[in-house]
């Protein structure tokens, strides 16, 4: 599972209180991953060492001058290149002390951005649409550049993408509502148009992501209604007609994000990697309609992976590089380190293994989000049905006593298009976790174990039921939970475990991140923990047959990974415990003794291979009296 | 076909003896092999590698080089002697004392005038090669060290030794050592050792090629008396070496229980030169190489696993032949068990004392497939340990058991054996003419007995409580002087076949006592013989696996037996490698024939239709698989049973029921002493 691992600030923010921008214009990467540049939105580059929070140069513009785009850092030349004031560009190097007595060059149209990628040339891209690399601008400054776009258009966003070793400047731009992608090609020089599907009337994109993979450039846009789209374009072909014919883009909705109530204003989705979206602004889904969350969404399984809540204003501005993201908020910006481990579904849900459950669980988010080429006006249908569930029971939850809310999700339940609600349902069990925490009052025990049955949801649906549980001690319900959520975070297992003993064992786990939550046992629970597995284990290692009567009871193999994961969590201190001295040479003399038996078995299992082989032959010894048949 | 109660027989401890020697007349394409206990075995390769001869060993004869001179054929061993074999009376002929301490080795001139042999005290004594005996020569230049190794230059006027560290090449006509050529020791731990040149070859054209217990095969220029080339091929000791007739291949035996061969050849496609080049190297034992041979088209090897492998060499035969498959031969020729039919007794043949034994008993009944309890255990009866030095050659065993004699090649014993409270007794007066048999069998009733003599005679002794008494001696016309080796008296007294190694057969008529008929004689050597009980025929089975029917009433073949030569033996009949050795009859069912080899026996009944060339021969297994009815569409006449295996015998008891001794050659494998190198896993 990805994570979000905890963040550091890098440097402090002077947002002017009034605006909603953060201060800052971009952040780029340096030399190497450690280092970046950070542009503010008014006169100065600064350049940090990451790990080390501390910048190292900083640069600023004279007085009245102001830097219209941020600082990039060509590797080849080692040179950084800014524009101040859209025309005038400038380049430096880092041994230059004032920017002032840097290079500088005037240019005839107004600049919107330099992009450099690591090991390419700059490129500058106008505002009028017209793109020139670096070298070539400066040898002649003020060499005419022509209009590519059209009146009342105007650049929304831009990037730059390195594939099959050729140069891509992408931007997108908006003209009267509609939306366009520009892929220009350097050298040889191609622009390619693309329209964008319009989404609901007056939303516009509030963000975009490219990323380049087997071929294709991937862009991700988000909307302010949750919607995250991809569009796919084909490296093949590309420029093959060329035309200021814009073709339609295809899309698919990748992610339908909650938005809570009203739409999205400063959001901002990025691609992680093939499986992973980091998103900004957008509210955790059961943490109510506060908006100031990071978070890591699998596109496969359209699961949440992580999240975080970030103090303060979010600007809907985020950067990643190398592991690594920045992201503005509040007075700080902060650098957040994160994980996507390799996504397999195992990897996603855990270290499930059961093949059942797996095709369940795809079910689950791949029926809350309509497939990828769903029609928008059927989408639009399974909104509003959802929506008028949601209000009806958010209101009846939020008021009505327990009998009544009992009576109600039966009849909820009892529908046939249940499967079609999996989104409500979940809403519906995280309000009424909420109210039940809230109100110690009200606990509907029966129905929440009607929706744990339903199988529709998981944990990360309603993160708090679980915890609920614990604290009502319902261990019938958290039983459930346990068996039904493929998604259980570590640190809630751990808190289970203190309570529970065997169908825990056999929860899905990843070990990296139960370890540290495992650590948080006291000594004294280890130990009976570890007496209690090893019970297990000799009883199950006595009595073969036990495990088939009771299926629920958990695999000597899980058995012995709990083993070795207490063992890992807690050695120095059980080392240090006397009472677990005996326990302690107990297990390391079973363990010694079981690999001196695997590596005997080692030893013979060649032997016994050829013996299988072999014919069985019986033995006749030295006599015996046989009665065959001839035909 | 019917059911049969087997007593499945495996305490018959039958341990063959390693080979020491061996020598291949290439004229007469015979191989004579000596064994460590003395024996000494005479193989036709002409006649499908057939085991004709055997001259039993003796205590104390410790063959370690065999040569053939013409068709003479002497040994030299440990114990200081040279021996000559009389191959038609199966006896060594003489014997001369050397007088140079333990000879270790052999080798005649190729003008086959002269004898050298390599002594102890590093004398290479030579003797003269005279019509009826052999004369001390004279002795050449002593050496100090034992002569391990001898080959003479096939001019005959050079001849080189292998000693101690070195090689020695002398002039026969001077009897002076003209070379000194200093064999390098093994590295390491063995460079302390003295390196033993096991064996060495000199070939025409100088070179001399030596095998030593370094491991090395080099090759040598004899004239200037310089190493040419090393080859190093085992870890271990060259033990012997080999070379073609044509000196165009030569093949090392080492202890690893490889054979490794050399050819003389350009080592490059466009090189005119020729070297010796290492080729193949074949690995067909478990233990040390200690005798080889190369015959025109296959490498003949032994040693201390027992077994005699015949390879042929792929690019002097056709391939996919009968010629071109790799041949073992791990069991004798001829029956070590003799079976009394009557009583239920079965006598097995060692080299120094016969063992008899009764089989076990059980009254249950049982289905096809299983194991039936046993009620009586077998018991072994009597032990008897041969008395005197030679080695026993043969033995039999009355049909009511009563009767027991074995004949060494110095003297015949009989005894007399009773039941009730076992008891041998020997019978102290033979007859005179009885000194010496070649085979021994027993007449039906238990009145006779029947020893093959000299020039293929028989002689009859009749038995009875009181006395034993020379009835006659039947010899036959042709004048062979062949020994017999194999004889059959019929049921019914009346009539006597005996087999000889010129692959005649003779029927003799009991009753008359004298000779009946002379089957035709076929090329091929009997292998075993049987007259019917009831219709009076004779079969004979032959070392190329032919059968023959003979009626000896008709005196001419059998209608059946025409049919099966007319039609043809099916060709996996003919491509087994073991010949039969022994033939029975089953006195409920006169159409069927009882035989068996080594690897299987077989039931032959005479009325069902002969298998033709494309039907299974091996079809026990589809026909258990088919229904009853449909059973008789597929079935032919060779009912061919590959249950038991490694057979010694295969014989039916009077109540019908079966014995069949094995002795698996595993069992052989596990008694032999550990290899100096064995096969590990992943190794």
């Known amino acids: 599972m990805a994570a979000l691992y905890e963040g550091y600030t890098l440097c402090g923010l002077v947002p002017a209180q009034t605006l909603p921008n953060s201060g800052i214009q971009g952040v780029e990467t340096e030399r190497d991953s450690d280092h970046v540049i950070v542009t503010d939105s008014t006169r100065s580059v600064t350049l940090y060492k990451v790990s080390d929070q501390k910048p190292l140069s900083s640069w600023t513009v004279k007085q009245g001058q102001t830097l219209t785009c941020s600082a990039v850092y060509s590797s080849q030349s080692k040179e950084f290149v800014a524009v101040s004031d859209s025309k005038v560009i400038r380049i430096w190097k880092e ?311 009992q009576k109600e999700v039966e009849g909820l339940l009892s529908r046939a298009d249940i499967q079609d609600l999996q989104a409500s349902l979940g809403q519906l069990a995280s309000t009424l976790v909420s109210r039940s925490l809230a109100d110690p009052a009200f606990y509907t025990p029966s129905t929440l174990a009607q929706l744990v049955h339903t199988q529709s949801l998981c944990h990360s649906v309603c993160p708090d039921l679980v915890l609920l549980a614990l604290e009502k001690k319902d261990y019938f319900l958290c039983q459930l939970c346990l068996q039904f959520f493929p998604d259980i975070p570590e640190a809630v297992t751990c808190a289970c475990l203190k309570l529970h003993r065997n169908e825990v064992l056999r929860t899905p786990y990843s070990d990296t991140f139960l370890l540290p939550h495992l650590k948080d046992l006291s000594s004294q629970q280890v130990v009976l923990f570890l007496q209690y597995l090893q019970f297990l284990y000799l009883k199950y290692s006595q009595d073969a047959s036990t495990q088939m009567h009771g299926l629920r009871s958990p695999s000597l193999t899980q058995i012995m990974d709990w083993v070795c994961l207490l063992l890992d969590a807690h050695f120095t201190v059980l080392v240090m415990t006397p009472e677990a001295k005996g326990l302690l040479l107990n297990l390391h003399c079973f363990v010694k003794s079981q690999v001196r038996l695997v590596s005997e078995l080692g030893k013979i299992e060649g032997s016994l291979q050829e013996l299988n082989k072999m014919k069985v032959k019986k033995d006749v010894g030295q006599y015996s009296i046989e009665v065959i048949e001839l035909f | 076909m019917g059911e049969f109660k087997v007593h499945r027989v495996r305490f018959f401890d039958y341990m063959p003896s390693a080979i020491r020697a061996m020598a291949f007349n290439s004229r007469t394409e015979r191989l004579a092999v000596a064994r460590a206990d003395g024996a000494l075995e005479i193989f036709n390769f002409a006649d499908h590698y057939f085991q004709e001869k055997v001259i039993p060993g003796q205590d104390g004869r410790a063959v370690e080089a065999l040569c053939w001179v013409g068709q003479r054929l002497f040994s030299a061993g440990l114990n200081g002697e040279i021996t000559e074999y009389d191959l038609e009376n199966m006896r060594p002929r003489y014997t001369v004392e050397a007088y140079g301490g333990p000879i270790w080795t052999i080798s005649s001139n190729s003008q086959g005038t002269l004898l050298a042999v390599g002594c102890e005290d590093g004398t290479v004594k030579m003797f003269e090669l005279l019509d009826e005996r052999i004369r001390f020569q004279r002795n050449l230049e002593r050496q100090k060290g034992r002569i391990i190794s001898l080959s003479w230059h096939p001019s005959g006027t050079l001849i080189a030794a292998g000693m101690m560290d070195m090689i020695r090449i002398f002039d026969a006509e001077t009897g002076h050592a003209t070379h000194r050529l200093l064999v390098e020791r093994g590295a390491g731990a063995s460079k302390s050792k003295e390196v033993v040149v096991w064996s060495i070859a000199f070939l025409s054209d100088h070179t001399i090629v030596s095998g030593d217990s370094a491991g090395k ?376 024939i009882f035989l068996h080899d080594m690897f299987m026996f077989c039931i032959i009944d005479q009325s069902l239709p002969l298998p033709e060339a494309k039907t299974m021969l091996y079809n026990q297994m589809t026909l258990r698989s088919l229904p009853e009815p449909e059973r008789i569409r597929h079935s032919h006449a060779f009912k061919i049973c590959k249950n038991f295996q490694h057979l010694l015998c295969v014989s039916l008891l009077e109540d019908h029921s079966l014995v069949v001794v094995e002795r698996p050659l595993l069992d052989i494998m596990s008694q032999l002493p550990a290899p100096v190198r064995q096969k590990k896993f992943a190794t």
């Not at chain 2, 043809?568 to 033939?583: A, K």
Request: aromatic share 8%; hydrophobic share 40%; charged share 20%.
């Open chain 2, 217 to 592: 095969v080099q090759i040598w220029d004899g004239l200037t008396g310089t190493l040419v080339k090393t080859h190093l091929v085992t870890k271990w000791d060259v033990l012997a070496l080999a070379v073609s007739q044509d000196e165009s291949s030569l093949v090392a035996g080492t202890s690893e229980g490889t054979v490794v061969q050399f050819q003389f050849i350009a080592s490059t496609v466009d090189q005119q030169d020729k070297e010796w080049v290492r080729t193949r190297t074949f690995k067909n034992h478990s233990h040390d190489v200690r005798a080889l041979a190369h015959t025109e088209t296959a490498v003949v090897s032994g040693g201390m696993d027992t077994q005699l492998v015949v390879r042929p060499l792929l690019d002097k035969v056709e391939k996919n032949t009968q010629e071109s498959a790799l041949r073992k031969i791990a069991f004798p020729h001829r029956s070590l068990v003799c079976c009394a039919k009557k009583a239920g007794l079965l006598l097995f043949q060692f080299p120094d004392h016969l063992e008899l034994w009764r089989v076990g008993e059980s009254d249950g009944l049982g289905k096809p497939g299983d194991s039936l309890p046993v009620k009586r255990n077998p018991e072994k009866l009597i032990q008897l340990k041969r008395k005197g030095e030679d080695h026993i050659c043969c033995s039999a065993l009355s049909p009511c058991g009563g009767w027991l004699a074995y004949s060494t090649v110095s003297a015949v014993r009989l005894y007399r054996i009773q039941y009730n409270n076992i008891s041998i007794t020997k019978v102290s007066k033979l007859p005179k003419d009885l000194r010496s048999a070649h085979q021994l069998c027993f007449s039906s009733d238990s009145s006779k007995l029947f020893a093959s003599s000299s020039h293929s005679s028989v002689v009859i002794v009749s038995l009875n409580q009181l006395e034993c008494k020379h009835l006659h001696t039947l010899k036959p016309r042709s004048g062979s002087r062949q020994p017999v080796h194999l004889l059959f008296a019929s049921e019914d007294g009346k009539w006597l076949a005996a087999a000889n190694a010129d692959c005649e057969i003779h029927v003799y008529n009991l009753h008359k006592l004298k000779l009946h008929c002379t089957v035709p004689v076929h090329s091929s050597c009997p292998t075993a013989i049987a007259i019917h009980p009831v219709t009076s025929n004779l079969v004979v089975v032959h070392a190329d696996q032919q059968i023959f029917e003979y009626s000896l009433m008709q005196k001419e073949y059998t209608e059946w037996s025409r049919k099966l030569q007319k039609q043809g033996l099916h060709s996996l009949w003919l491509e087994r490698d073991t010949p039969v050795t022994h033939i029975s009859y089953s006195p409920k069912n006169p159409a069927h």
């Open chain 1, 95 to 405: 041994e230059d002390i004032l920017l002032d007595k840097a290079f500088k060059a005037t240019v005839s149209a107004d600049v919107w951005r330099v992009h450099c990628v690591p090991e390419g040339e700059p490129v500058v891209l106008f505002q009028r649409g017209a793109v020139r690399l670096l070298d070539s601008l400066l040898s002649a400054p003020q060499q005419p550049i022509e209009e590519v776009l059209a009146q009342e258009e105007a650049i929304r966003w831009s990037t730059n993408i390195l594939a099959e070793s050729k140069q891509f400047v992408i931007f997108t731009t908006e003209q009267k509502g509609d939306h366009f992608l520009y892929l220009q090609r350097l050298n040889p020089n191609t622009l390619q148009r693309y329209r964008l599907e319009r989404e609901e009337p007056g939303l516009s994109p509030l963000s975009f992501s490219a990323s380049y993979r087997d071929n294709h450039i991937r862009l991700l846009y988000l909307y302010p209604n949750g919607h995250v789209y991809q569009s796919v374009v084909s490296m093949r072909g590309l420029g093959a007609d060329e035309g200021a014919q814009a073709l339609p883009l295809p899309r698919n909705l990748l992610l339908g994000l909650p938005v809570g109530e009203g739409l999205l204003e400063a959001a901002s989705a990025l691609v992680l990697d093939e499986a992973h979206v980091a998103v900004v602004g957008v509210p955790h889904p059961s943490a109510g309609a506060g908006k100031d969350f990071l978070c890591i969404w699998n596109t496969n399984f359209q699961t949440l992976q992580a999240g975080k809540e970030m103090a303060g204003k979010i600007y809907g501005q985020l950067w990643g590089y190398s592991n690594k993201l920045f992201i503005p908020h509040g007075k700080t910006l902060s650098v957040i380190p994160y994980e996507c481990p390799k996504s397999s579904l195992a990897a996603a849900l855990g270290k499930l293994k059961q093949a059942k459950t797996e095709g369940e669980l795809t079910q689950i988010w791949s029926t809350a989000t309509p497939s990828r080429t769903v029609e928008t006006r059927k989408t639009v249908c399974w909104i509003t049905d959802n929506f008028i569930i949601r209000k009806h029971f958010q209101f009846l939850i939020q008021m009505a006593p327990v009998e009544e809310v």
